[in-house]
């Protein structure tokens, strides 16, 4: 038997940023929901340090809205993804990032970003 891919993910994970492009998002948080999805190699995983630790995934998201106010989601999105594909096994990451409050009349909004690594 031949193990072909081998995916992590963590979904649902809920922060608060300071994020938006309008008059009204600034001075305030909102709540985005985050979610990535990474192929790693395929090598055997005996510990830790074989694999991905899905906690890098809420730092890293931490550490980028922490610098301050962003302007577009688009933007974390891809900040996240560039950060997270050259973490060690990772040969792709895909980051999706919803944006509840964004539209009133809509079920969710957000963006959806893939990075491969070169």
Known sequence: MTLLSRRVFVRGLR??????IYDHEHGRTQPLII????????HAINSLKDTLNYEMVGRIGRDFIARGHIKLVE???DDMARTMVVLP??????VTIVKPEALNDAEQAGVCVIHTRD
Do not use: W
């Open 75 to 77: 933007t974390l999105a």
């Open 15 to 20: 922060v608060e940023a300071a994020i938006g």
């Open 89 to 94: 096994h990772v040969q792709r990451v895909e």
């Open 35 to 42: 979610d990535a999805v990474f192929d790693i190699d395929t």
